[in-house]
């Protein structure tokens, strides 16, 4: 059911409040728009506005979903009767959920809620983080208890400095319907490219006469490689922005071919302009300066050559669009100075950034020929390579391109021109001013449409004279977009669902249950999952560091066994959040087991314990391997990179560590509990059987899978028992899983989630063998991407593994020698209020 709402009703819903606005501003313009396709683009940049405007305080941002929705129903109520006399072009419609339905293809081919870019860019998690926090308590931070969750907020909207206009929508609509923003956050990326692909079928409506080649236009020029890449990456703002861009050039483009009206007139105009100010910050002046001094100058061009006095109304028709954008971003623009003392800009940096800084994400700069919207590469950051068709394809579409130009100037249907200034003369401006490659990239994402699109219009005007040859250069251009977009789905990396669903059922259990520790490096879970009982991940910013044992503290990215922590720090959490998988020590005796998923455990303490852990000793790797990934001394010098996990949670407890615990627990008048279990059954990644064709990390223990191919490794068991079958490391087309020829499971899209479940087993005494059998490229997303296919160890572990507590006193204590336990502890009662010591 919540796929149907995500892919169906979210679209749908949109596409109403996009009506319904769009009928209001048209009636408070006094004016119609100039094509029905601007509509619902024009539409939903005024519902950005209002809900940007709403979510500026605590105080009206819960208002902001019924407001939008209501101002919206009353904009389709009041606009029925002119909603009769016209509607929008039926193939702009084709072409926008033609472009819909290939932006959210990665995530509609796997029948499942989803999105992509998970493990590439982390960001998502946290525009999910914001956009819940906006809707609940706008920008301000003041109320929340200190987390890892409010340490992500208080960098981005502590200055509120940060852009927000991108989340509005998708907050809107995810409420409006009750689902979570993380599955409607591809949907809303999707319905941004459907936004873009009305504002280009609107833009050639003065070229191309038949709404059928409009519409081929349209869809081919909305899904350019690098905005594709970018949306594959969870690019919300660039999508957001580049459908913002293409509405500005398509209502300057129909003002410049009329002359100046009334003032209230341009209002469609100065509600996209704010509406990109609100999405992108302030900087959106190198987009929209160009379109908007296009349109003065024409206007007083044409006023000054008629001689008829109209100056002073033309000035008032600019004064009222100047004020008009400026009021209607009026968030943006108070925040400005906030915005320039933090150091938000373009730049970056520039000069003074470090190369990571400047980079970003980024491999090396960008080129500009990648906005030609033709790069067949697994990864937009890749360089083309020596191919010579993609490079002949780009050629086609740059000659098309100004073919499109030539054309436009002999009908003087400036569109695509004025489309191509806005778009090419941002990069431009923020390349010249010093933009880092980061940000270069971003703007050149958003321009991507133009360039395609005037490709495409150039094909669609020979078509018209040349059926053979324009058809010939269309087919060209649609080949490149269509296997640029193709290799862009085949190696997209979809965010899994079972984990993330475990993740969103916990978020309601400990609400109100905080603070919660989060022992693993889940970013979506402390920046948004959990975000209601203070999450805190010792890897991530913390407001209070949390050394290990030793005085080491976690790193991004990096996770430690709960066994490496001091049980003083750890019991100071109400809530645990561990993995469910069998390296993970059980939590304290103090915790309980609150509620499990097939990914994650809730652990819980009484909010007044009745006991108190005097000595914890753990067993297992935590004492050689206390964590893995980056960490750094407490002097803040690095410590040394751990490149593998502990796999092993489980010792044999000998007789001398039994007495001298016992003894302790004595003296102190105590018990011993101890968290018995069997030891886990275990390969290293680089133990198994594989091609010589896989890669090998020595230093991780782990071996990487890059073509199809089979590995193996046996097991001897000395006597039957049931097991749960586990692959660590990182999966995009993953494994088929099969024990002695028997298929057990599969393990498919769990990307950087340390353990993925395959299955349960009951085996008998005696050698088994295990193949793993990795799959070649098939149509499913994903499946074209070996770089996540990391095997790092393959455990069995033992049913049941955990909560399995015994309690001692310190003289039976020593029925403990030789057993395997997770820990022993020595725990002592608390004495209730108003009795005294024992």
């Known amino acids: ?60 941002a819960r208002l902001a979903v019924p407001v939008d929705g209501l101002l919206a129903l009353i904009g389709v109520v009041r606009g029925r009767r002119l909603w009769r006399d016209r509607a929008i072009p039926r193939w702009s419609l084709v072409a926008a959920v033609a472009v819909l339905l290939v932006y959210g293809a990665p995530v509609l081919a796997t029948g499942t809620v989803t999105f992509t870019g998970f493990f590439k860019l982390d960001d998502t998690a946290t525009w999910l983080g914001l956009t819940a926090h906006l809707f609940s308590d706008g920008r301000s931070t003041a109320g929340l208890d200190p987390s890892s969750y409010k340490v992500l907020l208080d960098a981005n909207l502590g200055t509120g400095a940060y852009p927000v206009g991108a989340f509005m929508l998708l907050g809107v609509g995810r409420a409006l319907l009750g689902i979570d923003a993380a599955w409607a956050f591809q949907p809303y990326v999707a319905c941004a490219g459907a936004a873009l692909a009305l504002c280009l079928y609107a833009l050639c ?30 690019g919300i703002k660039e999508l957001t922005a580049a459908f913002l861009v293409a509405l500005i050039a398509a209502l300057v483009a129909s003002g410049i071919g009329g002359r100046p009206t009334r003032p209230r007139a341009v209002l469609p105009l100065a509600v996209a302009t704010a509406a990109l100010v609100v999405t992108f910050g302030p900087g959106t002046a190198v987009w929209v300066l160009p379109g908007l001094g296009c349109l003065a100058a024409v206007w007083v061009t044409r006023v000054m050559r008629s001689g008829d006095g109209a100056l002073r109304q033309l000035a008032g028709t600019l004064a009222w669009l100047v004020a008009a954008t400026v009021g209607l971003a009026l968030p943006v623009v108070i925040t400005l100075s906030q915005a320039v ?103 050149l994402a958003i321009a991507s449409p133009a360039v395609l699109f005037a490709g495409v219009l150039g094909g669609t005007v020979l078509f018209g004279r040349q059926r053979l040859a324009g058809g010939l250069v269309i087919g060209l251009i649609a080949g490149g977009v269509l296997w640029s977009n193709t290799v862009g789905y085949l190696n997209a990396t979809l965010a899994p669902t079972g984990p993330l669903s475990d993740l969103a059922q916990i978020g309601g259990l400990v609400r109100g249950e905080g603070p919660t520790f989060v022992d693993d490096f889940n970013v979506y879970a402390d920046r948004y999952f959990l975000r209601a009982g203070d999450p805190v991940d010792p890897a991530e910013p913390d407001p209070v560091p949390l050394p290990l044992t030793d005085g080491t503290l976690l790193m991004t990215p990096a ?109 102190n008048q105590a018990e011993v509990v101890a968290a018995e ?17 896989w890669g090998v990390t020595p230093a991780a223990e782990s071996i990487t899978a890059l073509d199809p191919g089979v590995a193996s490794a046996q097991f001897r068991l000395v006597a039957p028992a049931r097991y749960t079958l586990w692959l660590g490391g990182s999966f995009d087309r993953g494994f088929d899983v099969a024990v002695d020829g028997r298929g057990v499971g599969r393990v498919r899209n769990h990307l950087s989630m340390g353990y993925a479940p395959v299955g349960d087993l009951a085996l008998s005494a005696g050698l088994h063998t295990l193949t793993l059998s990795h799959p070649g490229t098939s149509l499913a997303p994903g499946s074209g991407d070996d770089a996540g296919t990391t095997l790092a160890a393959i455990v069995l572990g033992p049913i049941p593994a955990r909560d399995r507590l015994a309690t001692l006193t310190p003289q039976t204590a020593t029925k403990l020698c030789g057993t395997s336990v997770d820990w022993i502890e020595v725990v002592k009662a608390i004495p209730a209020a108003g009795t005294g010591a024992p």
């Open 1 to 60: 059911m919540t796929f149907v709402l995500a892919w169906v009703a979210f679209p749908v819903l949109l596409a109403g409040l996009g009506v319904g606005w769009g009928l209001l501003v048209e009636e408070l313009s006094g004016a119609r728009l100039a094509s029905g396709a601007l509509l619902i683009p024009v539409g939903l940049a005024a519902g950005l506005i209002v809900a940007a405007l709403l979510t500026t305080n605590a105080a009206t």
């Open 205 to 234: 409506e003065g070229i191309v006469a038949a709404p059928r080649m409009r519409a081929l236009v349209a869809f081919l020029a909305a899904q350019p490689a690098l905005l594709y890449g970018y949306s594959l990456w969870g």
């Open 341 to 443: 003392s933090s150091g938000e800009s373009f730049t970056g940096g520039s000069a003074a950034a470090s190369v990571t800084t400047r980079l970003g994400t980024l491999r090396a700069p960008l080129g500009a020929f990648e906005a030609a919207g033709i790069w067949p590469v697994s990864d937009f950051r890749d360089p083309l390579g020596s191919g010579v068709l993609p490079i002949a394809l780009i050629a086609v579409v740059l000659a098309a391109a100004l073919g499109a130009l030539w054309a436009s100037a002999r009908s003087r249907d400036w569109g695509v021109v004025l489309y191509l200034v806005v778009a090419v003369s941002g990069c431009l401006a923020i390349d010249l001013a010093g933009g880092v490659p980061w940000v270069v990239g971003k703007a």
């Open 559 to 667: 996770v430690a066994d709960l066994d490496s922590f001091p049980v003083s720090t750890l019991s100071r959490y109400r809530s645990i959040v561990t993995t469910s998988s069998p390296t993970a020590s059980r939590p304290s005796s103090l915790y309980h087991l609150r509620w499990t998923g097939r990914y994650y455990e809730l652990w819980q303490r009484a909010a007044r314990p009745a006991e108190q852990v005097l000595a914890h000793i753990a067993s297992g790797d935590s004492a050689t391997i206390p964590y893995c990934g980056a960490a750094r001394r407490p002097d803040g010098t690095p410590a040394a990179v751990q490149p593998i996990c502990g796999v092993q949670p489980v010792g044999i407890a000998t007789c001398p560590e039994v007495r001298a615990i016992a003894a302790y627990a004595k003296r």
């Open 677 to 693: 279990r069997p030891p886990n059954i275990y390969a290293r990644g680089n133990q198994v059987e594989r091609p010589p064709s």
